[in-house]
């Protein structure tokens, strides 16, 4: 299968196989105008599979988001068809509004303006919990 | 600026001077007797309490200061549905120090954001409540002359009872303290206050459902209240609410020098006959966490006296 190289755009590479469309989703790619390309299942020698997202555009990618859904992933930047760079993302210390605070008692259920704001408690165990009252984040 | 929300925003030293404070103005009141003059403190309570408002509002008067106070929702902009943010906004204009006590867990941590005075977190739902625990901190400190090196049971409801979350996390702090969980199963203390404070600070912990046969090693016993507004079905409520109660028989067993703590209000789960044993503390509780809210208050202004 051949998707073509891009010119000018970013390569998300590594990501764990399945995860694809979350990430797409969460980076809100479907509102773009330009080519996505995403790459399920792809061989690889290190992971066995994984997923790739290739995006026609030289857009900023919110890297705490990838952080957050998968450490591993490295972003390719592609300017005039050369690779410029490449990023390693990091968990992320701080998380706004990529996921929601599920305790019914919480300040965020009521005050609907509020960002919903997790903080990285415990980076071994990769524990989010909500800024305001404590409440564990579920499972990626 | 600094605020209160959690115990866990102070560190031991900090706590062991506010104690020492409360101390001091024990010994000379009068000193302190107009040191926040000119200085207006905001309570702004959005749910029932008595003894914690009365307590912020008797402090700042001991102080010399003056008190504004709003008491349930319908009786505030709260009720028009006015955000914690403005609210915390608008009343920054009026007064020098804000204490809320809100039902929603991290309405006073949204407050402090967006106040430009201190604010100190006066209970949030099942969430917090740090000046508790620093009246519980000051009582053991001046029962038994330490903070360290003390076996400390909690009985009742361990689940959902906040003040036992917080007084844990701020003994675990300390060298040399044991715990003793004692609960039904239903109220066992959480998981995560298990992993997350205790074994992750090395603190040895046993947990039992018998409060007589735990009794002989206990330096304090810290009772607590079903609380039946945390549960969500009022069965569960019945069922557990009289597991604990504690009586003189009950006592037999206990050390002399045993202290008794309840953060108070209290149902049936301590018999009054108790309240004349020299071991029950729980009146003290009070009255120390009035002098622990006036030293706090004084931090938070930043007043020296």
Do not use: W
Not at chain 1, 24 to 52: F, P, T, W
Not at chain 2, 22 to 27: C, T
Not at chain 2, 125 to 135: C, M, R, S, Y
Not at chain 2, 233 to 245: Q, S
Request: some cysteine.
């Amino acid at each position: 299968m051949n998707i073509d190289a891009i010119r000018c755009g970013i390569v998300i590479d590594h990501i764990t196989a399945g995860r694809g469309m979350r990430i797409y989703q969460l980076l809100h790619l479907d509102e773009l105008d330009c080519s996505v390309a995403i790459i399920k299942n792809v061989a690889s020698r290190k992971m066995g599979k994984k997923d790739i997202i290739k995006i026609d555009a030289a857009i900023d990618v919110n890297t705490d988001i990838l952080g957050y859904v998968d450490p591993g992933v490295t972003v390719n930047v592609i300017r005039d068809g050369a690779l410029t760079e490449k990023r390693q993302v990091a968990l992320p210390e701080r998380l706004t509004n990529v996921i929601f605070c599920k305790n019914p008692r919480c300040i965020t259920t009521t005050e609907q303006e509020l960002p919903h704001i997790f903080r990285l408690t415990d980076p071994e165990k990769k524990v989010y919990r909500c800024l305001y009252c404590e409440t564990k984040a579920d499972d990626r | 600026m600094r605020h209160l929300i959690s115990i866990g925003d102070l560190s031991v030293a900090e706590i062991d001077a506010l104690i020492d404070r409360a101390e001091d103005i024990i010994a000379s009141p009068a000193r302190y007797a107009e040191a926040c003059r000119g200085k207006k403190l905001a309570t702004l309570f959005f749910e029932p309490s008595t003894r914690t408002r009365l307590s912020f509002e008797a402090a700042m008067y001991e102080l010399g200061g003056h008190v504004l106070s709003v008491s349930g929702a319908n009786t505030s902009s709260a009720a028009k549905g006015e955000s914690v943010a403005d609210t915390a906004k608008t009343v920054s204009c009026y007064a020098d120090v804000i204490a809320m006590r809100h039902p929603k867990e991290g309405a006073p941590m949204v407050a402090a954001m967006n106040a430009s005075v201190p604010v100190i977190n006066a209970g949030d739902g099942g969430h917090n409540h740090p000046t508790q625990t620093l009246a519980d901190l000051c009582t053991i400190r001046r029962e038994k002359g330490r903070l360290g090196e003390l076996t400390v049971g909690f009985c009742g409801d361990l689940k959902f009872g906040r003040t036992v979350h917080s007084l844990i996390e701020a003994l675990s702090r300390y060298a040399g303290i044991r715990i003793v969980l004692i609960s039904p199963e239903e109220l066992k203390l959480p998981s995560y206050v298990k992993k997350d404070i205790l074994a992750r600070r090395g603190v040895p912990y046993t947990q039992t459902t018998d409060l007589e046969g735990a009794m002989p090693e206990l330096d304090i016993l810290y009772m607590t209240r079903v609380q039946r507004e945390r549960f969500f079905n009022e069965e569960d409520y019945l069922r557990l609410k009289d597991r604990y109660i504690l009586t003189p028989d009950k006592l037999r067993a206990a050390r002399p020098d045993l202290s008794i703590l309840h953060p108070l209000p209290r149902v049936n789960e301590i018999s009054v006959a108790i309240d004349d044993d020299p071991r029950a503390c729980y009146f003290k509780q009070v009255l120390n966490g009035k002098f622990m809210r006036m030293a706090l208050i004084l931090m938070l202004l930043e007043v020296t006296v």
